[in-house]
């Protein structure tokens, strides 16, 4: 069975970091391009960050830039979220997803593109 847990999430004061995973099973991640989407409460969904098959493309949703790095290890299967400086507007349920594509290259925020979606890890910046 395909699945994707993300873990490390939690509640953080305002300045803080904290470090979220994305773990894979029944699959290989080095053929999946992948996503970190976050969705506060009565807010949509967005796309906050995405890494390409081989790591070499990076791209951040324009609040973030400078404050959360994506990286990824595809020999552990992994896919990490360093968040720093956070603020009470990061706070939100925080969800990776997956989609496999022919590109090594190349990622995409769109959620609609990806399959493979975890459960979600709440991420609260508050003091």
């Known amino acids: 069975q395909l699945q994707l847990v993300e873990s490390g999430g939690g509640l953080v004061q305002p300045g803080g970091s904290l470090i979220l995973s994305c773990a894979a099973s029944g699959f290989t991640l080095d053929s999946y391009a992948i996503g970190w989407f976050r969705q506060a409460p009565g807010k949509e969904r967005e796309g906050v960050s995405c890494i390409s098959r081989s790591g070499s493309s990076r791209n951040y949703e324009d609040s973030v830039k400078g404050r959360f790095t994506i990286s990824r290890d595809n020999a552990k299967n992994t896919v990490h979220l360093q968040m720093s400086s956070l603020k009470p507007e990061d706070t939100a349920v925080y969800y990776c997803?997956?989609?496999?594509?022919?590109?090594?290259?190349?990622?995409?925020?769109?959620?609609?593109?990806?399959?493979?979606w975890g459960q979600g890890t709440q991420v609260t910046v508050s003091s």
């Open positions: 997803a997956a989609y496999r594509t022919p590109f090594q290259s190349m990622c995409l925020m769109t959620d609609k593109f990806h399959n493979y």
